[in-house]
């Protein structure tokens, strides 16, 4: 390990401290804050609190050996008095809950940990009690050890047993973001072996965790030194900071030791903002091409060209052997919605995009269509895509992201034939990562506009003129769907022409008629074009 990998503490900085400027402890792995001086110091009677869990605890369990602890709470080993089953059990005293911070963080712990119940590599939540003094949080108890203690213990992993490991994590992020949560401090600290000789893990500690709707920025500088991205050092970040926690976790698996460290902290975010990531010494040569593939996609320093989970569980090295089921990609589904409100041109330059991958390259999103396709009749229908829109959900109340009513809208959009059903070409149109396509590699995304371009301009002129636009906009019996579409002249009859023109104008930026090369990738840049969702 050569001294590099120790435990790191769980932090948030203050609003306006540095990132280097925190609280660190060698005591324990349990997640630090530091204090604000607006609520400590003076603070009210822990006492007088109520949160509304019901009581009870000390009548339905014996409390057993101390397991850990942390800045607020004490976990121990816990038996229920009835059956003799054991848990752990997480004990907050409600006087060091002095600040609106540590009682809004402890409330939203638990929701966020009722919120994703069921899934089978989070821990389960047995039960909330309160009494006058404690808060009692009752969870499943996992008996095999930290993944960090066997990280320890064996140097590091052999593929197929990492990609095991990675796998299990990338579905606790992906069932995270598609409920609307971010962890915000997955370490290998925070994974834990359901029994000894088992290779199954559970995420727990979801006390920095937050929940979020799409397009929330966070500021806030949280996380484990190790494992904290560098958009949260420059206090923007989304869920895809998560993404790159479990690319720094796979890292260690393989090399065993991390792959940004300094003697300090502050000199450990240094590491990480210079992003000098090395993949040239050992181990690293011997590790498989794939294997280095999918680190790096998830090792992105620009998050906007960061996998996401769900994508990255669909990539071979990680998918394997393995059939399981892929999780939702909430941002597939966020995508689809935002190509719905595009114009016809925007929309005819991205299925030409499209047709540039390779079947591999979009294998992600064809696993998305079969989660989506749920009776695998070959495309979705209106009530498959309002069941996939209601899975995604934000906040303690679990507000449904989009609306049922505008699932109409989104399948409208999409819908190019005007059958009523997305089929798998115009799912894969809709579902493409654009913003991440273009950030990843600008050399291929370059290759890949300029082979889009090309398909439209027929006569190799460098334009798209008007004729030729109207051929890929009408061809292939396209007339009729845009016709369903509205496009309207006098009498309330389709008039291609207008369609045409309209189209036109929504690249044609010096107005003299034709699309050039610049216009054309100006276009696939821009935010929106034509009508957008309310």
């Known amino acids: ?75 121990y080993r816990c038996e ?29 712990e638990v929701a966020i940990l009722k919120r994703l119940a069921g899934h089978e590599n989070i821990v389960r939540l047995h039960g909330v009690y309160e009494d006058d003094k404690h808060i009692h949080i009752v969870m499943e108890l996992c008996s095999g050890g930290e993944l960090f203690d066997k990280i320890i213990a064996k140097g590091h992993y052999a593929e ?62 949280v996380g484990s030194a190790y494992y904290v991205a560098p958009e949260v050092l420059k206090r923007k970040y989304g869920p895809l900071a998560d993404v790159w926690s479990i690319g720094v976790i796979m890292y260690i698996l393989l090399s065993g030791q991390p792959p940004f460290w300094g003697p300090t902290e502050s000199g450990i975010f240094n590491e990480i903002l210079r992003y000098k990531l090395d993949l040239s010494k050992a181990p690293w040569p011997q590790i498989s091409r794939s294997a280095k593939d999918i680190l790096l996609k998830m090792l992105t320093f620009d998050p906007r060209a960061r996998i996401t989970a769900a994508q990255a569980l669909s990539h071979a090295w990680v998918k394997g052997e393995n059939a399981s089921d892929i999780p939702l990609d909430m941002s597939v589904i966020n995508n689809m919605k935002e190509f719905a409100s595009y114009g016809r041109l925007k929309k005819l330059a991205i299925k030409k995009l499209a047709q540039t991958f390779s ?62 059903e997305i089929d798998i070409s115009e799912f894969i149109v809709a579902g493409l990562h654009l913003n991440q396509l273009q950030r990843r590699d600008k050399s291929a995304w370059k290759k890949r506009t300029k082979l889009a371009f090309d398909s439209l301009d027929k006569d190799k002129d460098g334009f798209i003129d008007y004729e030729e636009l109207r051929e890929g906009l009408l061809g292939e019996g396209g007339a009729a769907a845009l016709a369903e579409g509205g496009a309207e002249g006098g ?27 610049e216009e054309f990738c100006s276009l696939l840049r821009s935010k929106s074009s034509g009508k957008t969702l309310n």
């Open 359 to 420: 079947e591999e390259e979009i294998r992600d999103l064809k696993d998305q269509f079969k989660k989506i396709d749920t009776d695998n009749s070959g495309t979705i229908t209106h009530a498959e895509l309002v069941e996939s829109v209601r899975h995604m959900r934000t906040n303690s109340d679990g507000v449904q992201v989009i609306p049922d009513i505008e699932v109409d809208k989104m399948l409208e959009g999409i819908d190019s034939d005007g059958n009523g």
């Open 160 to 221: 197929k047993d990492a990609a095991e490991l990675v796998r299990q994590m990338l579905k606790v992020v992906a069932e995270c973001h598609l409920n609307g949560v971010i962890h915000r401090d997955l370490k290998p600290e925070n994974f834990l072996f359901i029994e000894e000789d088992s290779s199954t893990i559970k995420a727990i500690d979801f006390g920095l965790s937050e929940f979020f709707s799409p397009g929330t920025k966070f500021t806030d500088v």
């Open 80 to 108: 229920d008095k009835a059956t003799g089953d054991s848990y752990a059990v997480k004990t907050v005293k409600k006087k060091n809950l002095t600040s609106s911070d540590s009682i809004e963080d402890t409330k939203r």
């Open 491 to 517: 009498g309330g009859k389709f008039d291609a022409k207008q369609l045409v023109r309209e189209a036109l104008r929504e690249a044609d930026k010096d107005g003299n008629g034709k699309i050039d090369y």
């Open 1 to 75: 390990m050569g001294g590099c990998l120790s435990r790191v503490l769980g932090y948030k900085a203050g609003a306006n401290e540095d990132a280097g400027d925190v609280v660190t402890s060698a005591e324990a792995n349990s997640t630090t804050r530091l204090k604000d001086p607006h609520f400590f110091g003076g603070g009210s009677s822990g006492r007088r609190m109520a949160f509304g869990y019901k009581s009870g605890f000390a009548k339905l369990y014996k409390l057993g050996q101390e397991l850990g602890r942390g800045q607020f709470g004490i976990t």
